[in-house]
């Protein structure tokens, strides 16, 4: 924040610093008070003075909206997962890519919630008005390969090409920490990497001696063809027919 001169006044912040206090304050009071958020509580959160922020921002939504803008900028989340090791057991590696991009979401969800998503983007124009520059781009390919880094030491594990299998995690992480798709009930990070290496069969009924290994159908498993669970699998009808034919006069 500020520091104090001789005469015991606040020294100003240094112009890069002070703009960067008052982003930081407003998104602390968003997730509070969403887009209600007053200047002079924005300005004592970043220890200025209230008219300060007009000196730097033409007014409290264009604060706003760099302050959202600065909380979606990617690259912290793609400096997070160019740290990940690639010599850590597979499992380990996706529960941690998982906490991530877990991590990222719910700071979005959150951020878009307490601002109520109102209103349509602003135009260039808006955007030149407020000297914010060409509207970021988001950049989903490089987020995308940065997944598929993660995975690429194993690439040959997977059933479906590598470039798919990062496809599905991160389809899966975001309706998992949705907090709609998900009933506010979001699903662990342990328990996406579990679902997508494993799926949620146990493959452990299929051993010799093991409940549903020749025995009767289960009715919790489903057939490998597809059909309904509790069904014999394709040439189950035809062997069972052949097993029950009446006697021939």
């Known amino acids: 924040m500020t520091s ?10 240094p112009p890069e610093e002070r703009r960067a206090a008052l982003i930081a304050a407003t998104l602390s009071l968003i997730s509070e008070h969403g887009v209600n958020v007053t200047t002079r509580q924005i300005a004592e959160a970043a220890g200025v003075a209230e008219g300060t922020i007009f000196r730097v921002f033409p007014h409290k939504n264009g604060l706003v909206r760099v302050a959202v803008e600065t909380a979606l900028d990617p690259e912290p989340l793609l400096t997070e997962l160019a740290e990940i090791d690639l010599t850590r057991p597979l499992p380990e590696r996706l ?18 919630h307490a601002i109520g998503m109102s209103g349509p983007p602003e135009d260039a124009e808006e955007r030149a008005e407020r000297g914010a520059g060409p509207r970021p781009r988001v950049p989903t390919e490089e987020i995308h390969q940065a997944v598929v880094r993660v995975l690429e030491p194993d690439r040959d594990r997977f059933r479906y090409p590598v470039h798919e299998v990062a496809r ?3 389809l899966l992480t975001f309706a998992g920490s949705h907090p709609r798709i998900s009933d506010n009930d979001p699903l662990s990070a342990e328990m996406i990497a579990a679902v997508l290496l494993d ?7 299929d051993e010799p001696g093991r409940s549903g290994a020749g025995g009767p159908p289960d009715p919790d498993r489903t057939a490998t063809d597809g059909s ?11 062997r ?4 029950h034919q ?4």
């Open 4 to 13: 104090q001169t001789p005469s015991g006044r606040a020294r100003p912040l």
């Open 95 to 112: 529960v941690t890519l998982t906490e991530i991009l877990q991590r990222r979401l719910t700071k979005i969800f959150n951020l878009l």
């Open 168 to 170: 599905l995690l991160r």
């Open 199 to 205: 799926g949620v069969r146990d493959h452990s009924a």
């Open 228 to 238: 309904e669970p509790g069904r014999p699998v394709a040439g189950e009808h035809r």
């Open 240 to 243: 069972q027919a052949d097993n």
């Open 246 to 249: 009446p006697d021939r006069p």
